[in-house]
């Protein structure tokens, strides 16, 4: 297992902020040598702390304007009621993130659809014909004064 300390921190908060930065860069914000920095991150992404890297894009140039977030609750708490409903979600391109939660309701989805007519096709034509789904509550995004995703 990968030992995170503190210039282990400093190069994943680096690198959360630009993954493209060379590693010449990234050596001299953390106080490394380029060679032992880029063992680190090597060491980083063989270990399992770094997954991957990715374009983070404009939801608006993709297309994607209308954001909504959407609490799911469950007719059935059965373990192939999940299994079908996350089999559902993984083919559902609106879907952007589908999370398991606690509460009252099972599930936590972020859609991302072109407008509210999507979205409403989407929540009735995809949510609102699984046999697994009993409740739904939708969350209009107006603003993100803070994400943070990469």
């Keep these: ?61 993709m297309g994607q ?22 089999r559902a979600m993984a083919h559902a391109p609106e879907v952007r993130e589908c999370h398991n939660i606690t509460g009252t309701r099972e599930y936590l989805l972020r859609i991302e659809t072109a407008d509210l007519g999507s979205y409403k096709r989407f929540h009735t034509d995809v949510l609102g014909t699984l046999p697994q789904v009993n409740a739904l509550t939708t969350y209009v995004v107006m603003g993100s004064p803070k994400d943070e995703r990469a």
């Design 1 to 61: 297992m990968t030992k995170i300390d503190d210039i282990n921190r400093r190069i994943l908060r680096e690198l959360s902020r630009n993954g493209r930065i060379s590693n010449l860069e990234l050596a001299e914000r953390v106080g490394l040598s380029p060679s032992a920095c880029l063992r680190r991150v090597q060491d980083l992404e063989r270990g399992g702390v770094i997954l991957g890297y990715r374009a983070v894009t404009s939801a608006e140039a």
């Design 65 to 86: 304007g209308f954001l909504a977030y959407v609490s799911v609750g469950l007719s059935e708490h059965t373990k192939a009621a999940q299994e079908g409903f996350e």
